[in-house]
T-cell receptor, first 117, second 114 residues
Framework: KAGVTQTPRYLIKTRGQQVTLSCSPI?????VSWYQQTPGQGLQFLFE???????NKGNFPGRFSGRQFSNSRSEMNVSTLELGDSALYLC????????????????FGPGTRLTVL | EDQVTQSPEALRLQEGESSSLNCSYT??????LFWYRQDPGKGPEFLFT???AGEEKEKERLKATLTKKESFLHITAPKPEDSATYLC???????????????FGEGTQLTVNP
């Protein structure tokens, strides 16, 4: 079974631009979560989508947004890029996500390395 | 506020030298503690999930244990290929129709020298 895939793997943008990252979950998984990883802050939760609905959101500004499609693929968008947005953006998928009594495991993709100049 | 602290930040071992990594947590309503391994430039790779104090899980040279306040990842007779960053994460409770989240520690960077 194919794992979580993320595109592109590397991206270079300049301040003020916007960027869209894509994530395809493991087949059959309906939940997609996004995380930002930086050397100073570690892995931080951005948001989770389940069945095209945002179910949870971390403490990030509104410049960070996402969506999920009917085939469970997800995209995240960052507008008005800042230097501090340079990070590894990770996507994780699970069968049912993290709600309620779910004991699902999240499986991570390889990430998209975003560099903002 | 939920907190996860991993120690040490970095650990250097000789091949065959067993040791333990620590993950201490302060959360309300723990719904699971996860261990991941991350190699440079790659996404975290799932290792274990622990749900209740006293639980233990093993996989090859790794053994994870859980108490009410912390988890240990024991590495027995490590090999150079065990070199990686080991991440601990806790999942705190969410309502049935809303998600919860994983809160990660900063990780322990393990280097095993031949």
């Amino acid at each position: 079974k194919a794992g979580v895939t993320q595109t592109p793997r590397y991206l270079i943008k300049t301040r003020g631009q916007q960027v869209t990252l894509s994530c395809s979950p493991i087949s059959g998984h309906r939940s997609v979560s996004w995380y930002q990883q930086t050397p100073g802050q570690g892995l931080q939760f951005l948001f989770e989508y389940f069945s095209e609905t945002q179910r949870n959101k971390g403490n990030f500004p509104g410049r960070f947004s996402g969506r999920q499609f009917s085939n469970s693929r997800s995209e995240m968008n960052v507008s008005t890029l800042e230097l501090g947005d340079s990070a590894l953006y990770l996507c994780a998928s699970s069968l049912r996500g993290l709600a309620g009594g779910s004991t699902d495991t999240q499986y991570f993709g390889p990430g998209t390395r975003l560099t903002v100049l | 506020e939920d907190q996860v602290t991993q120690s040490p930040e970095a650990l250097r071992l000789q091949e065959g030298e067993s040791s333990s990594l620590n993950c201490s947590y302060t959360v309300s309503g723990l719904r699971g503690l996860f261990w991941y391994r991350q190699d440079p430039g790659k996404g975290p790779e799932f290792l274990f999930t622990l749900y209740s104090a006293g639980e233990e899980k093993e996989k090859e040279r790794l053994k994870a244990t859980l108490t009410k306040k912390e988890s240990f990842l024991h590495i027995t007779a490590p090999k150079p290929e065990d070199s990686a960053t080991y991440l601990c994460a806790v999942r705190v409770g969410g309502r049935e129709t809303s998600g919860s989240r994983l809160t990660f520690g900063e990780g322990t960077q393990l280097t095993v020298n031949p």
